[in-house]
């Protein structure tokens, strides 16, 4: 699905990530850790070709990330969901517009997908919600309505940036547990986060895979998580 | 067809489509307003050049057809050469009527030099023969030399002299006119290339999270495109709504046919400024889609 080799990428002369080999199976679950700064968003941007390698290659459904047009790109984030750590909504559009934005753009949105969305907004309970603008709801609202928005085009890959880095703990778990009940439909989902606990508490209900992010390189964490 | 249906798709709009951008307040006012003031200046640029595209035509066709003969002869003798011109032109092949001018006329004719009154038949004022051409015309320098012969006192003017000059300057203003249009589309161009440029710009924000959630260019283009193509055709309309009643109350001509009074519309080039909202509709389309296009390759 996602696989880089010997990827690297550095803003200016120093590479920040270098020798970053990595192959996201379909329905795996992998956290990404590591220090504020060590990479990690620029490593989930690399992932869904936001950003593209300096160096060595990062391969998005078997298609070079290098060598894609912005419409190839285009057609790729579409298998992918991705849910920022500032969340990015559209603030002029109601939170339900915000969600079935993938739709709206890939010219999917019919009955049927009306009636997926509705369910989708109650899945995150944000039924109560669906009206408001994105600027009037708390963080844990924008976490989950951000997910619901990665969720909706049915993704093959869910990318987290810090999902859980503006809400708290309760609200946190409840993120968490929707993000394991879509790997459990076969869902791929990478979580990059500082939050050792949330990985913890993840461990306790599904088997996933832990990198850390240092020195500009990805190793599997120890046995200390 | 495939055409009329994507033009009636791009007319009709995606509702949903629509809403991803937001509306800016200061870019859709200057869109509208640059449209609605070039459409205005578009629709006078016209007149002007169908006007004088009018006034080339009646110089160059009723002019063409025409020629006077000026006879210049002691009182005494001037009855006598102008029944003598009379009657050469009568005999004259390609002279469909010939007719010398009344006192009255002549005296109408010095009016604005010399004003009323004019005691014209005491004045030594040459007797002035108009003639009118047949569709053939007739042989200018055979007339020439019959006249000499028969009426020395005449002088041929077949209106060549100084209908050349008039001609050229109202083909002149014509093309004035259509570079004036030009010019205006251009200007409107730039001044939506700009207002385009400056909407993209502050929207990055929206495009990137179009882009993030797998919006292609050609999506975010057309919401752009879309919005300043019917802000600049509703302007255009207005402005040429506005044009047109400006024109229709312009004075009418006179008697005396003066160009300015001539300025406007006749007929069906009433019709001609219905295209001006069309034109700055599709200039903007292109001008929107050209910069939307530059600047999301810029961006990544």
Request: glycine share 8%; with cysteine.
């Amino acid at each position: 699905m996602i696989e880089l080799e010997d990827a690297a990428y550095g803003y200016g002369t120093e590479p920040l990530l270098s020798e970053i080999g990595l192959r996201l199976a379909p329905g795996s679950f992998h956290f990404l850790t590591g220090p504020s700064g060590a990479g990690k968003t620029t490593f989930l941007r690399l992932c869904y070709a936001d950003l593209l390698p300096t160096g060595g290659s990062v391969r998005l459904f078997e298609q070079e990330a290098k060598a894609m047009s912005r419409d190839d790109i285009a057609k790729a984030r579409q298998r992918i969901g991705v849910v920022h750590q500032d969340c990015q909504f559209l603030d002029h559009l109601p939170v339900a517009e915000n969600i079935a934005l993938p739709l709206t753009v890939s010219g999917r949105k019919t009955g049927q997908e009306a009636a997926n969305l509705e369910e989708l907004i109650g899945w995150v309970g944000l039924r109560a919600r669906a009206d408001a603008l994105p600027p009037e709801l708390s963080g844990g609202e924008r976490q989950r309505a951000a997910l619901a928005r990665a969720v909706i085009m049915d993704p093959d890959v869910i990318l987290a940036d810090e999902p859980t880095g503006n809400v708290d703990w309760e609200m946190s778990l409840r993120l968490l547990t929707l993000l394991v009940e879509l790997n459990k439909m076969g869902k791929t989902v990478l979580i990059a986060t500082h939050d050792l606990a949330l990985i913890r508490a993840a461990k306790a209900q599904v088997s996933a895979r832990v990198l850390r992010i240092g020195g500009g390189r990805i190793h599997l964490a120890g046995a200390d998580l | 067809m495939n055409v009329v249906s994507r033009f009636l798709r791009f007319v009709q709009g995606d509702s949903q489509a629509d809403r991803v951008v937001p509306p800016t307040g200061y870019s859709a006012r200057l869109t509208v307003f640059t449209a609605g003031a070039m459409a205005f200046l578009a629709v006078f640029a016209m007149a002007l050049s169908l006007a004088a595209d009018r006034l080339a035509d009646r110089w160059s066709d009723a002019l063409a057809r025409t020629s006077t003969i000026r006879i210049s002869a002691p009182l005494a003798e001037l009855e006598a050469q102008t029944w003598a011109v009379l009657t050469v032109l009568e005999q004259t092949s390609g002279v469909d009527s010939a007719r010398a001018l009344t006192d009255d006329e002549q005296r109408a004719l010095l009016e604005p030099w010399f004003g009323p009154d004019l005691p014209v038949a005491d004045l030594p004022i040459p007797r002035l023969v108009e003639v009118v051409e047949t569709a053939e015309g007739y042989d200018a320098e055979g007339l020439r030399q019959r006249l000499a012969a028969e009426a020395p006192g005449a002088v041929l003017d077949d209106h060549t002299r100084w209908r050349r000059p008039l001609v050229e300057a109202a083909n002149g203003l014509r093309l004035l006119g259509w570079v004036a249009i030009g010019l205006i589309l251009a200007s409107t161009a730039a001044m939506i290339t700009l207002a385009a440029g400056s909407a993209l710009a502050a929207n990055q924000g929206v495009i990137k999270v179009l882009r993030l959630v797998g919006a292609r260019d050609n999506y975010i283009a057309r919401a752009f495109v879309r919005r300043f193509t019917l802000r600049a055709l509703s302007g255009a309309m207005a402005g040429t709504i506005a044009g047109m009643i400006a024109v229709a109350l312009l004075p009418r001509a006179g008697d005396e046919q003066a160009f300015l009074t001539g300025l406007g519309f006749s007929g069906l080039h009433w019709l001609w400024p219905l295209t001006v909202p069309v034109l700055a509709a599709v200039t903007a389309f292109w001008a929107t889609r050209i910069a939307a296009f530059r600047t999301l390759g810029g961006l990544r």
